[in-house]
């Protein structure tokens, strides 16, 4: 296992369907963005099939050279989910009923024979650990644990799961001592056009600042993402205000990434300057002030609209009530040939 200053990561994920293309991983970026937030590196992604000498081979390396591992995939009741088996493999151990799974297996699915698929979930390799989440909300214990093996760690390959119980345990993975500070700067020319000055940024800050340049062709916005990244403050912020001495103005877009996480501030903030974004917000503390969210509803089809009056409402709940456990209720009414794409959004945004 690494023994340096920093925590390292290692990801494995399993499964064929995700080296035959059958499914899209989701999971490593996931974990590689969480685990970066706290201080941990990620070193080293892998795919690899539902092959048990590979899994052991694979978690076996792993588990020496970084200090945690985290596995997706593998871990349900089919015959191709062989990932406790691949790991008991790896550490010489032999994949056993735990009694506590089996307790929680019978509750959730009754009285099942030892053999039968329900059951293989409580199948984990001999020196396995149980650690039990909490959710940040609402501050209940998660009803399934995650299982451990020294310091390789089992996640559900389905990806709602996977994120579900990450966030329920993810103060297990830190560098307590490590902070990554980043700026991110977007950029409407094209990256060959802003080479040079990244080049000159990189020049003269390579020694303490990380620079990455990211094109987005796809983008309405921006087309090209630079960031800055390091374990201080100070040159990070040198190197971006170098950055932008460097580019023209008009090529410099505000880009919000994550319009939810900082919704209160950069709403209310909008608000001070438009009047017609303030009235909305006044109506809607009006309402959050006279109703209970139970007692709320908002039409909700996707549109442009409608998602601008969802992140209003949201911004405000951020403000006013930031400790709620009330969800909003969104009615939907579906026609009969929707957008595919419009229906994953809406589940989407009723996922956040």
């Not at 340096?4 to 991983?25: M, P, R, S």
């Not at 590689?32 to 937030?37: E, G, P, Q, V």
């Not at 199948?123 to 650990?129: C, G, Q």
């Not at 056009?193 to 990211?214: P, Q």
Request: hydrophobic residues 40%.
């Amino acid at each position: 296992m690494d023994n340096q200053k920093h925590a390292t990561a290692g990801i494995i994920v399993i499964g064929d369907e995700i080296l035959n293309g059958q499914t899209l991983d989701t999971n490593s970026n996931f974990l590689s963005k969480r685990l970066f937030s706290r201080g941990v590196r990620v070193h080293k992604v892998s795919v690899i099939p539902d092959n048990l000498d590979v899994i052991a081979k694979e978690v076996r390396e792993f588990s020496s050279k970084f200090t945690y591992v985290l596995t997706s995939g593998g871990i349900g009741p089919t015959h191709d989910d062989i990932t406790a088996e691949g790991i008991a493999k790896a550490f010489n151990e032999k994949v056993c009923p735990h009694p506590k799974l089996m307790e929680l297996v019978t509750k959730f699915f009754g009285e099942v024979a030892i053999d039968s698929p329900q059951m293989k979930l409580a199948h984990v390799p001999s020196s396995a650990e149980l650690t039990f989440g909490v959710d940040p909300v609402t501050g209940k214990r998660a009803p399934y644990p995650v299982v451990s093996v020294r310091n390789v760690y089992m996640f559900p390959g389905i990806p709602h799961l996977l994120e579900s119980n990450f966030s329920k345990l993810e103060h297990l993975f830190e560098s307590p001592d490590v902070h990554f500070y980043t700026r991110e700067v977007y950029i409407t020319d094209d990256e060959m056009s802003v080479a040079t000055r990244l080049a000159e940024v990189n020049k003269k800050f390579k020694d303490k600042v990380v620079i990455g340049s990211y094109p987005k062709l796809d983008n309405s916005y921006y087309q090209v993402k630079a960031t800055l990244q390091s374990e201080e403050e100070e040159p990070v912020e040198e190197a971006y205000r170098h950055l932008l001495s460097l580019l023209p103005p008009e090529v410099i877009v505000k880009y919000e990434p994550c319009p939810a996480e900082h919704a209160a501030s950069r709403v209310y903030e909008l608000a001070e300057q438009c009047p017609l974004v303030k009235h909305a917000i006044t109506v809607i503390e009006d309402c959050l002030n006279r109703y209970k969210l139970s007692e709320m509803c908002i039409s909700f089809n996707g549109g442009k609209d409608c998602t601008m009056l969802l992140h209003l409402i949201y911004a405000a709940l951020q403000k006013l009530y930031p400790d709620r456990t009330e969800s909003l209720q969104l009615l939907y009414i579906r026609c009969d040939l929707p957008f595919p794409e419009v229906e994953l959004f809406i589940h989407e945004s009723a996922d956040r």
